[in-house]
C-alpha cells in the first residue's frame, strides 16, 4: 500500500503499512485503485465518443459516484468496492457501445479492407493513437494536394471504415505498436500526429515534428487544441518526402457486424465439428519481457480456429502466417482496444444462438494488458461474469494478493505462463 491522498499520511509521505491512518488496508486501497484505473479507461472512451457526438447522462452520474467512493474515509467495505468495480464494467459496456456507434455512424459501415504498409514517393503525414476524428479532420485538410496521410499503431483499423478508407489522400499504414515509435517516427521523414495515448517523450531527432492534439501533450511539444492542421500540413511540406519503400499488405476490417452477419455460418461449422475454438488474442503490446507468449500461443493453435484480435496487441500476433478456414483468414483483425465491445456482442450472439451461456462457448480469451483502458475492458468482462480469462504478462501491480486471489476464485483468473503451445492444446483439449 502507498496512500498520500490526505494530510494524515504516515510521517507526511504516505501510509505503506497496512492499516493505513485512517484504518484503510491493502485490499481496501487495491479496490479503490482498481476502480479509479477503470474510470481513467472509461474516461478515455467517453472523451472519444462524446466527440461523435455520442454521451449519456448516467455514465457521467456513474463517474461522480464512483470517483466520490475513493476518497478518504467514505468506504471501508470490501463487497461494495468490488460492487462499484463490476458497475465500472457495466457502464464501461455501454461507453464502448457508444463509441462504436458514433464509428458507424460518422465513418460508415465497416468492411474487410486490403491495406498497403510501407510509403509512397511524395510528402506524407503520420498519425497515430485512436481518434479517428482527427484523422478525418486532417484528410479533409489535405484533401486535393499531394500528401499522402499514413496511419499508425491503433489507427490501422480506421481503414476499415468506407469514408476513411476511399479517402484519396489515405495513402496506408506504417509501423507497428506504439513502443516502437522512438525508432520508426524517426525513420519517417514527415510530421507526425499524435492524437491519443500512448505518445512517448521524443528524442531530438524528430521533436520539432511532433504535434500532439487537445489533452495530449509532451515537453516542448506543439500541440494543436483546434481542428487546424494547417501547421502539420506546413511541415510535410518542409520536412524530407517519403520513398517508395512498400512493405506487403494486410487485412483489417473484421467488425462485429460483418462477424454476425456469417453468424449461421460459424454456428453451423461449430456445430458440424469444422471449427474448434475461437480464440480472443490480444490487447495491448509493450516492451516488458513475456509478450512473446502471445505469439508463441496465437501460433500454436489449430488451423480448424480462429482467432479474434484487436488493440495494438495484434502487433505481436501479426507476422505469422495462419493461413485460411473455411473461406475466412484464420486471423480476423476486428479493430482498436474500444472494439473489445465488438468481440463481446460476438460472444453473447454465438451463446445465444448455441442457447447456453459465454463460459460454455469453444471460446477462450488470451488477454495482455498495459494500461487504464485495458482495466476498464477488464472490469465489463467481469462484470459480465466471463470466466477462465488468461491476462498477462505480469499480474497488475495495483491489485494486492488478496484481491488477486478473490478474483481468480471468483472468476477463474490466470496468468501467463511458461509453456504457451502446451496451454495451446490444453485450451482445445479442454482436460487441462
Not at 504498409?117 to 476524428?133: M, N, R, W, Y
Not at 487544441?225 to 524530407?240: G, K
Not at 518526402?241 to 476490417?253: A, I, L, N, Y
Not at 470466466?387 to 472468476?411: D, E, H, M
Request: glycine share 8%; aromatic share 8%.
Amino acid at each position: 500500500m502507498n496512500c498520500n491522498q490526505c494530510e494524515q499520511t504516515f510521517r507526511q509521505t504516505a501510509c505503506v503499512t497496512s492499516p493505513g491512518t485512517c484504518g484503510k488496508d491493502e485490499d481496501m486501497h487495491s479496490l479503490q485503485e482498481l476502480l479509479l484505473y477503470g474510470l481513467k479507461g472509461m474516461a478515455a472512451y467517453a472523451h472519444h465518443a462524446r466527440r461523435l457526438g455520442q454521451s449519456d447522462p448516467e455514465v457521467a452520474a456513474f463517474m461522480e459516484e464512483a470517483l466520490f467512493a475513493t476518497m478518504t474515509n467514505v468506504n471501508f467495505d470490501m463487497e461494495s468496492l468490488l460492487e462499484l468495480c463490476l458497475r465500472c464494467g457495466q457502464v464501461n459496456l455501454k461507453v464502448m457501445e457508444m463509441l462504436d456507434r458514433g464509428h458507424v455512424e460518422t465513418f460508415g459501415q465497416p468492411a474487410p479492407a486490403t491495406v498497403k504498409e510501407g510509403t509512397q514517393a511524395g510528402p506524407g503525414i503520420l498519425v497515430t493513437g485512436h481518434d479517428l476524428l482527427d484523422l478525418w479532420d486532417l484528410l479533409k485538410q489535405v484533401e486535393g494536394t499531394d500528401i499522402n496521410v499514413y496511419t499508425h499503431g491503433e489507427m490501422l483499423p480506421a481503414h476499415m471504415y468506407p469514408k476513411l478508407h476511399n479517402h484519396p489522400n489515405l495513402a496506408g499504414h506504417f509501423g507497428g505498436a506504439w513502443q516502437m515509435q522512438k525508432r520508426e517516427f524517426e525513420q519517417f521523414p514527415g510530421p507526425v500526429l499524435a492524437t491519443t495515448n500512448c505518445v512517448l517523450i521524443p528524442p531530438e531527432s524528430y521533436r520539432d515534428r511532433l504535434f500532439t492534439t487537445r489533452a495530449t501533450a509532451v515537453p516542448q511539444g506543439q500541440r494543436i487544441t483546434d481542428e487546424d492542421f494547417s501547421v502539420v500540413i506546413e511541415a510535410a511540406r518542409r520536412c524530407e518526402s517519403c520513398v517508395d519503400q512498400p512493405k506487403g499488405e494486410s487485412t483489417v476490417g473484421f467488425h462485429h457486424s460483418v462477424l454476425l452477419s456469417h453468424a449461421e455460418t460459424l454456428v453451423e461449422a461449430v456445430k458440424a465439428g469444422k471449427i474448434s475454438r475461437f480464440f480472443v488474442i490480444g490487447g495491448c503490446d509493450g516492451a516488458a519481457k513475456g509478450r512473446n507468449y502471445f505469439s508463441d500461443f496465437a501460433a500454436a493453435t489449430p488451423d480448424d480456429s480462429f482467432i479474434l484480435t484487436l488493440g495494438c496487441g495484434k502487433y505481436r500476433i501479426r507476422d505469422h502466417e495462419y493461413g485460411e478456414h473455411l473461406g475466412f483468414p484464420r486471423l480476423l483483425d476486428m479493430g482498436q482496444c474500444n472494439d473489445a465491445y465488438g468481440a463481446i456482442r460476438v460472444a453473447i450472439a454465438l451463446a445465444e444462438a448455441f442457447e447456453c451461456e459465454v463460459n460454455e462457448l469453444p471460446l477462450s480469451l488470451v488477454i495482455s494488458w498495459f494500461e487504464q483502458k485495458a482495466v476498464a475492458v477488464f472490469l465489463t468482462l467481469l462484470s459480465l461474469n466471463v470466466k477462465g480469462i488468461t491476462l498477462g504478462p505480469n499480474p497488475p501491480a495495483f491489485v494486492s494478493p488478496n484481491v488477486f486471489a478473490l478474483l481468480q476464485a471468483r472468476y477463474d483468473l490466470k496468468l501467463t505462463g511458461s509453456d504457451p503451445q502446451g496451454d495451446a492444446a490444453c485450451t482445445v483439449a479442454a482436460s487441462c
